[in-house]
């Protein structure tokens, strides 16, 4: 996808480009700095001391060398002084000539690491929400893949408030685990060896309750109507997930682009999309562009149903989903900073 963020180590990524949060001399150091250098190999060093180091909030690039990337950019990140040095500023100003440098030199995907938020002392959620929005920034205006690689997952930090209040509407949504009921063969299903007693299923259970007190109403038929064919049943098929879509973002008043781009989607599976009017999406692409269309419960559930979808109230992921959607809140690149945090799959490709 165009924008993602996962946990692991930088040096292993494949990518067009890593970007190394590294010190002013480019000439290595600790943390991520000193781990692509020791990856990279001799060659790295060599290359970098004719580059005559790089300013705080600049970037220069060099060869990968023996990480399984094409090119390596460098970028000095602030050191955190309290935040009133300019260092939001700075920071925001690596994320974004790291990435114009990578497109002027042709690449086409890009793995970050949280610059500063090492031993320069920035603090984590702070420089979480600086990556973020630069990265959102240029992909709004830009065509490339962009990872945030996260060392642990103990470096992620979402708003606590948004944290909170998701935590309570999934409290409130997610169904509680069935308590075990009272049974005349309680006792011996504790037993060693004991088959358990199984609870009835709720549809078992339908079976013999009423579904409502008034009485049901038999409708006397007349002639029967006379069987369709299967050919002409299947012609009368509705619109499908690509012609929906495709309705919608014209409805909007959005251009393709900026469609596929708010809803974090890589242009080629767009495109696929749009010349396939049989195209079955994955259900987070789907999702995504509800989020990028503005669309309510209903008309999301109306375009998952056409891929075959549908938001579930049973999956933590579908109801963090639901709960932005009844909150109005359509930034894709903060529903997927929400879905990291409680271990879900990201929306988009």
Known sequence: MPFNIITGDITKI?????????????????GVDGAIHRAAGSGLLAECRTLGGCKTGEAKIT???????????????????????????????????????????????????????????YPKDKALQVAVNSIEKFLSQNDMTVT??????????????????????????????????HSFFGARSAKAGAVPIRERSVLEEA?????????????SCGAAAAPQSLDDFLKSRDESFSQMLLRLIDQSGMTDVQAYRKANIDRKLFSKIRSD?????????????????????????????????????????????????????????????????????LIGC
Not at 151 to 174: T, V
Not at 207 to 219: H, I, K, R, S
Not at 309 to 320: E, H, R, T, V, W
Request: aromatic residues 10%; hydrophobic residues 40%.
């Open 277 to 345: 009017v049989n195209y079955k999406p994955k259900k987070q692409t789907a999702l995504a562009f509800a989020i990028a269309l503005q669309l309510d419960l209903e008309q999301t559930q109306d375009l998952l149903a056409k891929a075959g979808y549908s938001l579930s109230d049973s999956l933590k992921g579908d109801l963090i989903i639901k709960y932005f959607i009844i909150n109005k809140q359509y930034d894709i690149f903060v529903i997927n900073q929400a879905l990291f945090a409680f271990d879900q799959s």
């Open 148 to 181: 945030l690689v996260l060392y642990s997952k103990s470096a992620f930090h979402i708003d606590g408030r948004l944290f909170e209040g998701i935590n309570d509407f999934l409290d409130g949504n997610l169904p509680k685990p069935l308590k075990a009921k």
């Open 63 to 121: 060869g990968g060398y023996n990480l399984p990337c094409k090119h390596v950019i460098h970028t000095v990140g602030p050191v955190w002084q309290g935040g009133t040095n300019g260092e939001r500023e700075l920071l925001s100003a690596c994320y974004k000539n790291s990435l114009e440098l990578a497109a002027a030199n042709g690449c086409e995907s890009v793995a970050f690491p949280l610059i500063s938020s090492g031993i320069y002392g």
């Open 14 to 30: 494949c990518a067009d480009a890593i970007v190394n949060a590294a010190n002013s001399s480019l000439l290595g150091g600790g």
């Open 207 to 219: 079976e013999d309750t009423p579904m409502c007190d008034e009485p049901v109403l038999v409708q």
